[in-house]
T-cell receptor
Framework: GAGVSQSPSNKVTEKGKDVELRCDPISGHTALYWYRQSLGQGLEFLIYFQGNSAPDKSGLPSDRFSAERTGGSVSTLTIQRTQQEDSAVYLC?????????????FGPGTRLTVL | SQQGEEDPQALSIQEGENATMNCSYKTSINNLQWYRQNSGRGLVHLILIRSNEREKHSGRLRVTLDTSKKSSSLLITASRAADTASYFCATPWWGSTLTFGKGTMLLVSP
């Protein structure tokens, strides 16, 4: 079936504007993750959704960042009042979920550039 | 918080040679995963090795895990130019989340 999709693939915005990034996980995957990757760096965990449980927001860098997952499927990551340091590739992943960390399937990412 | 750390940071080899990348981690784990990333976009899962396994093979990939040393290695045999990518190890963090290292950049020259 289809893999994880993300939109837009690229987003250029001006400092201070709000942006929304979308993630469509693999059908049937109960777990969804958002990561951020700055140039030449590893992945920074942002937020994790598992089924209907309250999301793990421990990785969100500031209160300008928020995410929701509607109907246990599509997720939207919102960054308010963007700053230049928010420029990065935002990656979404989904997995079957469960007790142990299992294989995550990644989308192609959204490259965000804040001018 | 970052758990895994890859070594070396960068590796440059010729086609046909073998490439070995290492990963060290800090706390006890129940599995360790390796991922590949091309051109700074989505990651692709390569292999998962569980804590009760010492070695695992998948095609030209060989992964080892030494839980006593808290380390893992990824060996790519008979490398190809298409293997050029960044390789990350990932270990479980809280619940089902993973923590990734900064990766090893592999360059395979024709």
């Amino acid at each position: 079936g289809a893999g994880v999709s993300q939109s837009p693939s690229n987003k250029v915005t001006e400092k201070g504007k709000d942006v929304e990034l979308r993630c469509d996980p693999i059908s049937g995957h109960t777990a969804l993750y958002w990561y951020r990757q700055s140039l030449g760096q590893g992945l920074e965990f942002l937020i994790y959704f598992q089924g209907n449980s309250a999301p793990d927001k421990s990785g969100l860098p500031s209160d300008r960042f928020s995410a929701e997952r509607t109907g246990g499927s599509v997720s939207t990551l919102t960054i308010q009042r963007t700053q230049q340091e928010d420029s990065a590739v935002y990656l979404c992943a989904s997995s079957l979920g469960g007790v142990d960390a299992d294989t995550q399937y990644f989308g192609p990412g959204t490259r965000l550039t804040v001018l | 918080s970052q758990q895994g750390e890859e070594d070396p940071q960068a590796l440059s080899i010729q086609e046909g040679e073998n490439a070995t990348m290492n990963c060290s981690y800090k706390t006890s784990i129940n599995n360790l995963q390796w991922y590949r990333q091309n051109s700074g976009r989505g990651l692709v899962h390569l292999i998962l090795i569980r804590s009760n396994e010492r070695e695992k093979h998948s095609g030209r990939l060989r992964v080892t895990l030494d839980t006593s040393k808290k380390s893992s290695s990824l060996l790519i045999t008979a490398s190809r130019a298409a293997d050029t990518a960044s390789y990350f190890c990932a270990t479980p963090w809280w619940g089902s989340t993973l923590t990734f290292g900064k990766g090893t950049m592999l360059l395979v020259s024709p």
